[in-house]
């Protein structure tokens, strides 16, 4: 009779696999045994399992620690088998499998599948590297205010592409430890793509706060691009790195994403003075290239002004109400 | 400017400085009037102790004393902290009662008891001349009545509500003290220093006018009083400033606009003087040398206009902007006030382009409400042009404790008065 053994680590990753055509099989650490364990705590003859016509049975072989199910607590001497089962001997597990044991239906490629491919070329990640260290230069240089070299700005840029390099390094090695593949090139790919993008959203934020007046509602709603992206890349992170079911995929790059923007603004919150006496208005100024919308007339900004001071009258009664 | 000005107000902690001696007559008068002379304290209730003294007198034979606004404005605005006693020159104590302030000119009248007629001082009829001696009354760091001889020197030019300038050392702790010419009657009120024998003084015209207010008709309530005043007060000022000739004037590049008027002042600075710049800067401000004390944290009344420009020496026009836009990240308000007063800012932001269409900008208006009184607003208004590459100009003001129409009023015209050559 078919059967089949699964050398499985405690996180129920499989470490071998054995098919064996037999109506008896020998389990322990010496090398008279079809599956030989090099767990210390395993006896040379520990496990036999035997194969009556119906049933596959087990026989504990007056171990010194024991053979159990999974739970610890179900002996397994005289146990009849069930495809799955998973025994504890030592501190090692074995899952027994027979052949007619269903398998998982087949995951499709994703959509994604291309996207990452792409990314992941040599060419393709050096030059989104390359753009993100160059935009990091940049702003370096924006930020600066007094002249510097081109050399100067290098070492921020480097510095600030390692970095961010960090992340799907990391994400990488996570997998590597969780035995999943690494796909160190792939994870950078997909980062550093989804790290320029979000640039660009900066700067598409910041062209639509200069052009948009403070009467337009949805320079708020904007602020769910970068939100969004990060699950975005996220999800795609778990998705080269890890097998998991896409709603677990799904909760895990939430759950991130919660983290990242959720602890950001915790701690924006808790930073924030109970009063300011400091006006925030939103001072975003570019270079007339980026207007691309007509400006409002003095009469029009009176007027939209006007609406404030009931606003400023309002809050300084609900406050006193307090 | 306004920094040198400092109230004659002491704190329960205050240090020593010299004292002027008083000369023969200066004597003479002082014991003539000492009796309708009051120490004036604001004791903390749960203490029991003085957290700020000033100097009052006696104007009315039934017990009215005369001091400044800023030496009980603490009780004026919580009553229930504070109560106000007087000190007399014999060491008595009593209690004293708030009746009717002018917050604008920073005076206020109580009362005392009286079980019979009492001596106080005479209120003179005429202005005195220029370089006449005058005798300034008071009670400097607690250390008991002085008398301190000085000058008229007329009233402050660049004041919008007239003070006498007084030559003469008037210290912290004489506010609310009474000035007298020869013939001892009050001419003035110590109000305020500039150090180093520059005093203000109150002119005695407004307490006149204050006390037969009173005498006509009470004021119902302290703070609708004081509502009244500052707005009728900022009303004036600005009806006044619209009023007035706005004159072009260029800043390099930039027309703004300059009030005509002396009680607004101007300074100037420039980075010409720094080679290795990224950009030129020129700045001019002007402001309003005066405001309204409400409160050791809360000031009302001021106004103030900065204009700045810049122009891009060696740079590329993202980042002559990029450094541009940090130069308007972080207006604040010209005036001090806190949570109890104010509400928090309320901002509308938009691109303007003036109607002559000689100025495109990004504008920013804020305005926050007072709480106290409700018809009375901070406003700011910032602009940055945003049409030309390498040059900016930002032109910004505030004003402090301004009704709605004239606030608006105010920022229309300043909005069309900026403009490029």
């Known amino acids: ?21 037999k109506d008896s099989v020998l389990i322990g650490r010496n090398y008279q045994n079809d599956i030989i364990l090099s767990d210390p705590h395993i006896c040379p003859a520990h496990l036999k399992l035997h194969f009556n ?12 620690n024991g053979s159990f199910l999974e739970d610890g607590k179900t002996a397994l001497d005289n146990h009849i088998v069930n495809s799955g089962d998973i025994f504890s001997l030592g501190k090692s597990l074995i899952r027994i499998v027979f052949v007619n044991h269903p398998v998982e239906e087949t995951v499709r490629f994703s959509t994604f599948e291309s996207l990452i491919n792409f990314m992941r070329n040599p060419v393709v990640l050096a030059l989104s590297i390359l753009l993100f260290a160059f935009v990091s230069g940049y702003i370096f240089y924006l930020n600066k205010p007094t002249e510097a070299s081109f050399s100067q700005f290098l070492a921020p840029a ?34 550093f793509a989804f790290f320029n993008l979000l640039w660009m959203s900066d700067i598409i934020e910041n062209v639509i706060k200069f052009n948009f007046s403070s009467n337009w509602p949805l320079s708020n709603i904007y602020a769910l691009v970068p939100i969004a992206l990060a699950f975005c890349l996220f999800w795609l992170n778990s998705y080269i790195g890890f097998h998991m079911t896409s709603r677990r995929r799904i909760m895990v790059a939430a759950g991130i994403t919660l983290l990242f923007f959720g602890g950001g603004h915790l701690i924006q919150l808790s930073n924030k003075p109970e009063f300011s006496t400091r006006p925030h208005y939103d001072a975003t100024i570019m270079t007339p290239s980026f207007r691309f919308l007509p400006s409002s007339d003095v009469d029009k900004f009176i007027l939209d002004s006007e609406s404030l001071f009931v606003k400023a009258q309002k809050e300084a009664a609900k406050k006193k109400g307090k | 400017m306004k920094g040198f000005i400092t109230l004659l107000l002491v704190c329960a902690s205050s240090f020593i400085s010299n004292i002027s001696f008083a000369v023969e007559q200066a004597e003479e008068i002082f014991k003539q009037l000492a009796p309708s002379l009051y120490q004036i304290r604001l004791i903390d209730k749960a203490s029991g102790e003085k957290s700020s003294i000033g100097s009052g007198f006696q104007i009315s034979s039934d017990g009215l004393i005369a001091t400044n606004y800023h030496v009980i404005s603490g009780y004026a605005r919580h009553p229930e902290k504070y109560r106000i006693e007087y000190l007399d020159n014999e060491g008595n104590k009593n209690e004293l009662i708030l009746q009717s302030v002018d917050v604008i000119n920073d005076l206020a009248l109580v009362k005392r008891e009286t079980l019979a007629d009492m001596s106080f001082f005479k209120l003179a009829n005429q202005v005195p001349t220029k370089g006449q001696e005058l005798f300034s009354l008071g009670n400097p760091h607690d250390l008991g009545m002085i008398v301190v001889p000085g000058t008229y020197n007329g009233l402050k030019k660049e004041s919008f509500n007239d003070k006498i300038h007084f030559t003469g050392s008037v210290n912290s702790g004489m506010s609310g003290g009474p000035v007298v010419n020869q013939d001892a009657e009050v001419v003035g009120i110590n109000v305020a220093t500039s150090g180093n024998q520059i005093g203000f003084l109150v002119p005695h015209d407004k307490l006149v006018y204050l006390y037969k207010a009173f005498k006509e008709s009470p004021p119902e309530s302290i703070e609708q009083q004081m509502s009244e005043q500052l707005s009728k007060n900022q009303k004036k000022l600005i009806t006044t400033l619209l009023n007035s000739s706005w004159k072009s004037k260029l800043l390099e590049n930039a027309i703004i606009p300059t009030i005509d008027v002396p009680f607004i002042r101007c300074w100037g600075d420039s980075n010409a003087d720094k080679t290795d710049a990224l950009y030129f800067a020129a700045v001019a401000s002007c402001s309003l040398d005066e405001n309204t004390y409400l409160s050791s944290n809360f000031f009302t009344g001021s106004i103030e206009m900065e204009f700045r420009y810049m122009q891009a020496k060696e740079l590329s026009a993202n980042k002559f902007y990029h450094l541009y836009e940090q130069q308007i990240q972080r207006a604040g308000p010209g005036n001090k006030a806190g949570k109890e007063d104010v509400s928090e800012y309320q901002c509308h932001h938009d691109t303007v382009t003036t109607s002559n269409q000689a100025l495109n900008s990004k504008s920013i208006f ?20 945003i049409d030309k590459d390498k040059e900016a100009l930002i032109s910004h003001f505030t004003i402090s404790g301004i009704e709605q129409s004239t606030a608006l009023a105010f920022t229309r015209k300043f909005m069309e008065s900026v403009s490029w050559k």
């Not at chain 1, 059967?3 to 470490?15: A, D, N, P, Q, T």
């Open chain 1, 53 to 64: 016509g119906e049933h596959w049975l087990v026989e504990d072989q007056q171990t010194i």
């Open chain 1, 1 to 21: 009779m078919e059967i089949i053994l699964e050398e499985i680590s405690r996180g129920h990753k499989l470490i071998s696999r054995h098919k064996l055509d």
């Open chain 1, 158 to 191: 480097i510095g600030m592409s390692l970095m961010f390099a960090i992340w799907p390094a990391g994400v990488a090695l996570m997998s590597h430890l969780t035995k999943h593949e690494a796909r160190v090139m792939t994870q950078l790919g997909i980062s």
């Open chain 2, 366 to 385: 804020c305005t926050r409400a007072y709480k106290k009184f409700p018809q009375l607003f901070d406003v700011l208004y910032l602009s940055a042009s």
